[in-house]
C-alpha cells in the first residue's frame, strides 16, 4: 500500500461488539455486504482483516486517497470504530481539489455521517 500523507482520523463509540460492529461497517460500505470488493464508486478494497480493519484505496486525476476503518474493542459489548483517511493532491489541480473537499469541511461531515450510520446500522444511535 502506498504512504500517503495522513489528513485526518475520527472515531466513534459504539454499543456493539465488534464483530455486530463490523457487519455494520459492511453493511454501510458495500453495495453488497457479503462482497468486501463492493466498496462505492472510486474506491477499491486495499486490505480487509476482519472484523478488526477494513482499508480502501482511489484516484483520480486530482488526488490519491486512502480511508482505512479499524475496530478495537473498548470493553465487552463496545467497538471503537476509526476512519483514518490520507491523500496526496498533486498539482495545482490537486491543492485546489484539497481545498474544496478538506478545507471547505465537507470530508468530516461526511466521515462523521458515515460513522453515525454505521452506528445506527449496528442497531444503536451513541
Known sequence: MERLPYIDEYSRSIAADRTRTWTALLRTTCKNPDD?????????????????????KGRHWFSRYALTFTLEEESP?????????????????????????IGSGAHTLVVRDLLRRIARAAGTAS
Do not use: C, K, M
Open 77 to 101: 459489548g463496545r467497538t471503537r470504530v476509526t476512519a483514518e483517511t490520507r491523500a496526496a493532491f498533486p498539482g495545482i489541480h490537486g491543492r485546489v481539489y484539497r481545498a474544496l473537499v
Open 36 to 56: 468486501l470488493t463492493s466498496l462505492p464508486r472510486g474506491f477499491v478494497l486495499d486490505e480487509a482483516d476482519p472484523p478488526q480493519r477494513l482499508a480502501a
